[in-house]
């Protein structure tokens, strides 16, 4: 029987010293549980505003992603132009930019078979020179042969708006023999799509 009252007296000892070691009470578990539920509920109204701002910075993306798509699909095809066709057979005398009456007549045709063609192409007029002189003024000769070259064509019914010029100069110039200075002296037309 000692045993027993020892038993019950080690349970009484723990009963009573948990009673008074301080265990929660009810108001002290409800008191902590409602700070946390407040900072929860803090944290839960920032995590819905930072949402609501996503949101907003991923429609904002996705409209400049829709109007950047919409560019390059205007622009396709635009931005990078080829070759079709390349002619220089318009050719000047020395130091001059008057066009030949051959010359007259070459750009002619040229400019009825573009407007027969009825293509969305675009005319880049290159002007050269040969390489006597200045290459400074070999410049400005070969721009005013692409220019008088664009002003004929404009008067033949091509929108200024599809050609542009171009000065080489004395750069692309072939030589120093009579034939191939007189090669230099030419206007280079470069049909682009």
């Keep these: 029987m000692g045993h027993y009252l020892s038993g019950i007296t080690a349970a009484v000892a723990v009963a009573s010293g948990l009673a008074l070691s301080g265990c929660a009470t009810e108001a002290y578990v409800d008191e902590h549980v409602a700070a946390v539920n407040t900072r929860v509920d803090a944290v839960d109204a920032k995590v819905t505003a930072l949402s609501g701002h996503v949101d907003e910075v991923d429609k904002t993306a996705q409209a400049a992603g829709q109007r950047a798509d919409a560019a390059y699909t205007l622009a396709e095809g635009h931005l ?7 002619s220089d057979t318009i050719t ?5 930019w008057d066009l030949s009456d051959e010359a007259k007549a070459t750009l002619t045709a040229f400019a009825e078979k573009l407007k027969t063609d009825n293509k969305p192409v675009f005319v880049e007029i290159v002007g050269g020179a040969d390489v006597r002189g200045d290459t400074d003024k070999n410049r400005v000769l070969g721009e005013k042969r692409a220019l008088e070259t664009r002003r004929f064509l404009l008067s033949q019914g091509i929108p200024l708006s599809n050609m542009a010029t171009v000065s080489w100069g004395e750069e692309h110039a072939t030589g120093t023999s009579e034939e191939e200075l007189a090669a230099s002296r030419k206007v280079t037309l470069r049909v682009l799509n």
């Design 92 to 96: 000047f005398e020395t130091a001059k």
């Design 80 to 86: 990078v132009r080829t070759v079709v066709s390349e």
